[in-house]
T-cell receptor
C-alpha cells in the first residue's frame, strides 16, 4: 500500500469550469502518473512526473495540465472542462524498485454536464 | 513503442472452471509485463509481473501467467475459478531498462463467474 489519496473522489461540474484533482502520496515515490479510465479504452496516460517540477505528456494530454511542487502532491487541472472529460481518473505512483510496478489510488469520478 | 492487445472484452466461466485471459504484446525492446485486477469502484491492484526472470510467473489468489517470447503472449490462467475472481483484468507492458517508466495498458477483460 503506497498510501495514495485522491481528492475529490466524486465531482460533478459544468462545461467550461476549471477543475483540479489532487493526488497525495506518503511513500516518497519519485514517479507519479495520472490516467483516465473509460469503457472500451482501458487506462490511458494523461501526464506523468519524474520529480518535483519535472513533468511530461502522456498519450491523451490535450486539455489537461499538471503540477508537482512537492514530492507528495501531483495535481491534475482541467482548465475548461468539457463533456468528453467525463471519466474516472486514477493517480498512480512508481515504487522504488525498478520493475515498473505501479500503485494506484482509489480513483476520482468526474462528471462534466 | 509498446502496445497490448487483450483478446475478449468479456469472459464468462462457471465456478470451478479454468480461467484463461489472453494478452498479446508488442515491444521493440525486451518487455516487462504485468497483470492488474480491478474490483468494482476500486483502483487497480497488481496480480503478478514478469521482469525477465522465470517465464512462468505466479501471482496472488492462485493466478499465474507464462511469458512466451515466440508468441509475444502473456496469458493469465487460474485452474479453478472462484466467485470472488469476478473483476476486470488489465494486461500492461513497459520497456525494460532505461528510464521509461510508463506502463501501457490493454483495454481490459471483464471476468464473470457463474455459480
Amino acid at each position: 500500500d503506497a498510501g495514495i489519496t485522491q481528492s475529490p473522489r466524486h465531482k460533478v461540474t459544468e462545461t467550461g469550469t476549471p477543475v483540479t484533482l489532487r493526488c497525495h502520496q506518503t511513500e516518497n515515490h519519485r514517479y507519479m502518473y495520472w490516467y483516465r479510465q473509460d469503457p472500451g479504452h482501458g487506462l490511458r496516460l494523461i501526464h506523468y512526473s519524474y520529480g518535483v517540477k519535472d513533468t511530461d505528456k502522456g498519450e491523451v494530454s490535450d486539455g489537461y495540465s499538471v503540477s508537482r511542487s512537492k514530492t507528495e502532491d501531483f495535481l491534475l487541472t482541467l482548465e475548461s472542462a468539457t463533456s468528453s472529460q467525463t471519466s474516472v481518473y486514477f493517480c498512480a505512483t512508481q515504487g522504488r524498485m525498478n520493475t515498473g510496478e505501479l500503485f494506484f489510488g482509489e480513483g476520482s469520478r468526474l462528471t462534466v454536464l | 513503442a509498446q502496445s497490448v492487445t487483450q483478446l475478449g472484452s468479456h469472459v464468462s466461466v462457471s465456478e470451478g472452471a479454468l480461467v484463461l485471459l489472453r494478452c498479446n504484446y508488442s515491444s521493440s525492446v525486451p518487455p516487462y509485463l504485468f497483470w492488474y485486477v480491478q474490483y468494482p469502484n476500486q483502483g487497480l491492484q497488481l496480480l503478478l509481473k514478469y521482469t525477465s526472470a522465470a517465464t512462468l510467473v505466479k501471482g496472488i489468489n492462485g493466478f499465474e501467467a507464462e511469458f512466451k517470447k515466440s508468441e509475444t503472449s502473456f496469458h493469465l490462467t487460474k485452474p479453478s475459478a472462484h466467485m470472488s475472481d469476478a473483476a476486470e483484468y488489465f494486461c500492461a507492458v513497459r520497456a525494460s531498462g532505461g528510464s521509461n517508466y510508463k506502463l501501457t495498458f490493454g483495454k481490459g477483460t471483464l471476468l464473470t463467474v457463474n455459480p
